[in-house]
């Protein structure tokens, strides 16, 4: 685990990442990782202070394989897009994605165990005080980005996009829903200001953050 900026923190878990943030009301941690490992994260936050709220990017296995279990351990409210919902409570399980989507992620990995959620956000809400929720659809078609007034101003990306080499990259096709939506959500991004970002796949962006997502949306990569 590292620290971006001050209080905001980074885990690594496999290929994926979730971010934990200090707050005067404890611990938001944003993405809960792979099934299986809420006892890694758990061991994480015991330097850090008591986990206050969940914020999901998404519904997807690798960034909400742990929402129910750390729910449920620790009574932190869970917090996402009403048009995940349906997934993470378990009532649409016959509408995971078809296809290539489908392979790579629902048969190669556990599914999510259902939960309820606490509280909805869409776009432009502020779900924590400090946090403003980014509607940004395409990988799924509730994805949330969610930006932190903190240092300059902190991107938690999700899968919006990714990152390697200290670049703003697009996601792999096969991980992508609707791409005009998800190439529609990286320019809505990329009109922000922020000097930060952090993602679901691929390290963290600091100083000038949002220069690189404007680079992206103008060479269309």
């Known amino acids: 685990m590292r620290e971006v900026v001050d209080g905001v923190f980074e885990l690594r878990l496999g290929y994926v990442n979730v971010h934990l943030v200090v707050t005067d009301d404890g611990v938001v941690l944003v993405d809960t990782g792979l ?104 990988h799924t078609r509730g994805h949330l980005s969610f930006q932190l007034d903190r240092a300059g101003g902190v991107l938690f990306a999700g899968d919006a996009v990714t990152s390697k080499d200290g670049k703003v990259t697009g996601l792999d096709p096969r991980v992508v829903a609707d791409p005009e939506r998800a190439a529609e959500s990286l320019a809505r991004l990329a009109e922000r200001d922020f000097e930060h970002a952090v993602f679901g796949h691929g390290p963290a962006i600091s100083g000038a953050a949002a220069d690189r997502f404007r680079i992206v949306g103008k060479d269309g990569d």
């Open 35 to 138: 099934p299986g490992q809420a006892s890694v994260i758990e061991r994480a936050l015991r330097p850090l202070g008591t986990l206050h709220a969940i914020l999901l990017t998404h519904h997807h296995p690798d960034h909400a394989g742990n929402a129910a279990a750390l729910r449920e351990r620790t009574g932190a409210r869970l917090i996402a897009h009403a048009a995940e919902a349906p997934f993470l409570t378990g009532h649409f399980q016959a509408a995971e994605p078809e296809g290539r989507l489908r392979k790579f992620l629902f048969r190669r990995i556990a599914k999510v165990e259902p939960t309820k959620i606490d509280q909805l956000a869409g776009d432009g809400a502020e779900p924590l005080p400090g946090f403003i929720a980014v509607h940004t659809p395409g």
